[in-house]
């Protein structure tokens, strides 16, 4: 037989297993996610090529109690804080370039 105990908003009782109070629907305790390899490095990979995509997970990761986890979510959030800086200086220099180019076209009086 399970361990019972009492939800400490509602005082039904509980398993000590269960995640949720099933009377008043309290967190009793985080479900852990279990993140494979293959699935971290789609986190990075989606963090980093589809930013601000990846932020999603970052965040959701970053506020679990796990610290593994955690420390997924806090890389997946600085892999998109990189990917938006370099998208600024790409996106810097191409337009300087094509002004560049631009006035370098058109003729000037």
């Not at 009377?23 to 589809?50: D, G, R, T």
Request: aromatic content about 14%.
């Amino acid at each position: 037989m399970e361990n019972t105990s009492f939800c400490p908003i509602c005082k039904f009782e509980i398993q000590n297993s269960w995640f949720f109070c099933p009377n008043c629907a309290k967190e009793l305790k985080e479900k852990v996610p279990i993140i494979s390899i293959s699935k971290q490095i789609f986190v990075y990979f989606v963090s980093f090529f589809f930013s601000p995509l990846g932020l999603v997970w970052g965040i959701k990761y970053a506020r679990s109690r796990d610290r593994k986890v955690k420390i997924i979510g806090i890389i997946a959030i600085i892999l998109n804080i990189i990917a938006i800086v370099l998208m600024i200086i790409a996106s810097k220099n191409f337009i300087e370039q094509y002004t560049k180019t631009i006035n370098d076209l058109v003729p000037s009086y």
